[in-house]
């Protein structure tokens, strides 16, 4: 099945790569996997963007979708199960001063 991930602000200069992809996804595949599938493509600069250190716990500075609903909305946080057509959105915050 395929999933449309989009990516703004700071997560797309790390990835180098455009701003949205189509990604084929196994049946059942959580947005868990998809993270993990995506930390595997663009590597260590994307899990220091996504995840907290040492783990796969989502970093709370760092904002995922669903289909327009925010990771702590959704009922199984990371292990909720995407379905053909999903739009997710990953985007990395940045401050400073």
Known sequence: MKVKVEYLGHI??????????????????????????????????????VYEPGGTDVKQSFIVTVNGYLLNQLEGGVQTRLNHGDHVILMSIVSGG
């Open 12 to 49: 797309r200069e790390i990835i180098r790569s455009g701003r949205e992809e189509e990604l084929e996804v196994p049946e059942g595949a959580t947005l868990g996997d998809l993270l993990l599938m995506l930390a595997e493509k663009y590597g260590e600069p994307f899990r220091k963007a």
